[in-house]
């Protein structure tokens, strides 16, 4: 019996909100994402159904992968080769499993320890879009395209208040940050990893952000319940999603990387260059654990699940730390 490539996605996804311990409504994304990357290389290949496909072509497809990043690679695999898995078990895969995942495995990337990588300073950044455009009127592309600056802007300035996944913060409506008295409140809830809730806290800069865009966009939306949407033309109203908030952020740290560059300093644009909203949280740790911070309250703070995953992360930058206070304060030998 044939079993389509589309139809195999939809059976995964409704069997995993049908389990007891769900993946987070993110992972199931990202691994919906990785199959149709793999789906659209297997019709490429004239593979028809999931029955066709081969022992060799999970490695071939993470092969012709060059333009992702190892990371990306590495998080592709993991969702392609879970829904393979799923397909095995249902008889929905002629080749062999075990062959498969062996020729994956020798095609991934070599992956150094998990370490937080180096990261651009933000400071500048998180302003990029803070310069409000003209308005226009309503509906016309000039007050589009206010909105959308206020919006950026908001989103900017919360990834950096926050240091919280950007899914945690396209997930939030409005009705989450309104505190009692009807002003956007210090503090909200969101669900992190594994559905587990946590707490972020909105510093006063990004309150600012938000409550100029929720302004101005209350005559153009004013039943829009979600904090970030489109303002179309396609999708008005619309939650955001994951891909335009990426548009969002490289396109500002392109842009500034572009005049850094100008300026001569190359290392810092190179940085910048690399900037993705996951770059907030990693700025935000190394930041406050330079600042003194403990190590259990900055992984409180990123929603870990336990301080050893925060410490292995983050133990370059704890070594580079504790290097920099050994110079400091460490005796001087007498001549």
Not at 10 to 17: E, H
Not at 45 to 66: E, G, P, V, Y
Not at 72 to 95: E, M
Not at 197 to 223: D, K, S, V, W
């Amino acid at each position: 019996m044939s079993y389509l490539f589309d139809q195999a996605l939809a059976d995964w996804q409704r069997d995993q909100r049908k389990r007891r311990r769900q993946l987070s409504p993110a992972t199931i994304a990202s691994y919906s994402d990785a199959w149709h990357s793999f789906s659209a290389w297997a019709a490429a290949q004239q593979r028809q159904s999931t029955n066709d496909i081969s022992n060799t072509d999970l490695a071939d497809w993470i092969n012709s992968l060059r333009h992702l990043a190892d990371g990306s690679v590495q998080t592709y695999s993991h969702g392609v080769l879970a829904i393979c898995r799923y397909l095995a078990d249902r008889k929905h895969l002629s080749c062999d499993l075990a062959v498969l995942q062996m020729h994956l495995s020798d095609a991934l990337p070599r992956m150094s320890p998990g370490r937080a990588p180096d990261v651009a300073d933000l400071r500048r950044l998180v302003t990029f879009y803070d310069a409000e455009l003209p308005a226009g009127p309503v509906h016309s592309k000039d007050e589009r395209e206010r909105l959308s600056g206020l919006r950026n802007a908001a989103i900017l300035h919360l990834l950096f208040s926050t240091a919280a996944r950007i899914s945690e913060i396209l997930a939030l409506d409005v009705a989450d940050l309104r505190g009692d008295h009807g002003q956007i409140a210090n503090r909200a809830s969101v669900v992190g990893k594994g559905n587990k809730p946590r707490t972020i806290f909105i510093r006063p800069h990004a309150r600012t952000a938000i409550e100029r865009y929720l302004l101005a966009r209350r005559a153009t939306f004013p039943h829009a319940s979600a904090l970030f949407i489109s303002h179309g033309p396609r999708g008005a109203g619309h939650r955001l999603n994951r891909v335009a908030a990426w548009s969002i952020v490289t396109h500002a740290s392109f842009s500034l990387a572009d005049t850094v560059e100008q300026t001569g300093r190359f290392r810092e644009a190179e940085l910048l260059r690399g900037t993705t909203p996951h770059t907030f949280r990693h700025f935000v740790a190394m930041w406050l654990l330079n600042e003194g911070v403990q190590l259990s309250e900055v992984s409180a703070l990123l929603g870990h699940a336990n301080t050893r995953i925060t410490e292995q992360y983050y133990a370059r930058h704890t070594d580079d730390r504790l290097a920099e206070v050994l110079d400091q304060f460490a005796a001087d030998p007498q001549p």
